[in-house]
């Protein structure tokens, strides 16, 4: 289906249960993903200095067996084989911005040899203005047309695949060392528009296709949406939110989350008024110079004023040292005093306090006293009650925080029951 809003969309033509697999899409293309450093091409090790050259197109591989399990290096192979550039890499623990043609000569190789799939991404969406000139300076039209002599290809054609690929590409998977990020393009997924409390979760499987699967129940005629965010950022305000989708994906969200300045009385993005101390400031919708609204005395701030005050206290926040439990305690009690205790600042002090008490250093479970883990419950179920509300049904965000809670329950369990019994 297409809608002027938002060009192609995707729209149940059934009820969905929560939990079921809505589609497996396979990818039309995976790659490394951009500024990588030199990696063999077939399994994406890092390849410290040259070992092997590909007997095909001189491109440095890993071994004669990666040469012989090619998979999707086949395609840019036979695309260099016609014209044999030169690849000359001086040194090999610096980025090589080569690489980042990889992905675009593996789509464009669609093109004669695949059109079904060529056709499918070849109408997504490239923001083409927003992405051409950041592309353009990594030479990527040059070193394709001009260095690779691969002129088959237009600088049009070229372009819209960059643009494609900086609109559209998923993060998939890492390389079996994990210092290298894989990078795929899908043709069903790329379709889905998203939504700050997205109905559904995308996943990549062992063999890189995607599923795609709902996450709460999904009525006939509704829209199958998803959260292009990193289910960190899912709690996120939208003072955050609408500068990364603004910046990353080019488009300003409209969903029924971002047009709630409450979002969902959560006021998850909300400043404690400092008039009256009490109410809470929102924005006021539909203005072109925006202004904030205390919920209680009705007074007024501007937007000037609460972009200053939440930049200071997110500068300090960022700065901040994630890893002392009790530093990041007494950065929380301050910024309780300027924010909503539901506001994301307070909530990310709060994440981060969650990951710390078991995993580091005098915080490990087995040594961590029973205070500490009831903290960590308590965080636990303050993120619980915004997630349901915020990112409801079987989200990311929801499996993440959950793992924390039931180890947190269980060590809690363990130290209450060895107590006792010591006591006894």
């Known amino acids: ?20 697999v809505i589609f497996n899409d396979e990818p039309a293309a995976v790659g490394p993903d951009n500024n990588s450093k030199p990696i063999c091409l077939a399994c994406y090790k890092r390849i410290p200095l040259l070992t092997y050259r590909c007997r095909y197109c001189s491109w440095p591989l890993c071994s004669p067996h990666c040469q012989e399990q090619s998979g999707y290096h086949f395609r ?13 890499i001086d040194d090999f623990s610096k980025i090589c911005n080569y690489y980042n043609a990889i992905m675009v000569l593996r789509l464009l190789w669609l093109r004669d040899n695949e059109k079904k799939m060529w056709d499918k991404i070849n109408i997504l ?14 030479s990527l039209v040059s070193f394709i047309r001009d260095h690779c002599k691969l002129t088959q290809f237009s600088i049009d054609e070229i372009t819209h695949i960059i643009g494609i690929l900086d609109t559209n590409a998923y993060i998939i998977a890492e390389n079996p060392n994990k210092n290298v990020d894989i990078q795929g393009l899908f043709p069903i997924t790329s379709i889905l528009n998203h939504s700050c409390s997205a109905n ?21 005629g509704e829209e ?11 709690f996120y305000g939208l003072s955050y939110r609408e500068e990364e989708l603004l910046s990353f994906w080019h488009f300003k969200c409209d969903c029924k989350r971002c047009r ?12 404690i008024c400092p008039d009256c101390k009490i109410g809470h400031l929102i924005p006021i919708q ?33 700065g901040h040292t994630k890893f002392d439990v009790k530093s990041q305690l007494e950065l ?6 300027i924010f909503h205790k539901n506001h994301f600042y307070c909530m990310e002090i709060k994440r981060r306090i969650i990951e710390n008490i078991g995993e580091i250093k005098s915080f490990e479970y087995e040594n961590v006293a029973i205070p500490w883990l009831e903290l960590k419950i308590d965080f636990c179920k303050d993120h619980i009650s915004l997630q349901e509300k915020l990112a409801p049904g079987e989200t990311e965000y929801n499996a993440y925080i959950s793992g924390h809670y039931g180890e947190a329950l269980f060590w809690h369990a363990k130290k209450k029951i060895f107590s006792f019994e010591n006591n006894k």
């Open 1 to 20: 289906m297409q809608e002027e809003r938002c060009g192609r969309l995707l729209i149940a033509t059934r009820n969905i249960k929560a939990g079921e």
């Open 76 to 88: 840019e192979c036979s695309l260099f084989q016609q014209k044999s550039p030169k690849i000359v």
């Open 125 to 138: 969406m490239d923001h083409i203005d927003e992405n051409l000139e950041k592309k353009t300076k990594l």
């Open 200 to 220: 559904t979760i995308c996943y990549s499987k062992d063999d890189f296709s995607f599923d795609c699967k709902a996450v709460v129940d999904i009525k006939k």
């Open 224 to 234: 199958i949406v998803t959260n292009y965010l990193h289910f960190h950022y899912h």
């Open 260 to 271: 709630d300045p409450s979002e969902f009385k959560t006021m998850s993005n909300s400043l």
């Open 286 to 318: 539909n203005k072109i110079n925006k202004e904030y609204i205390c919920d209680m005395c009705y007074e007024s701030q501007s937007n000037c004023f609460v972009q200053n005050l939440t930049n200071f206290w997110w500068n300090i926040l960022d």
């Open 332 to 337: 929380l009690k301050k910024i309780e005093k």
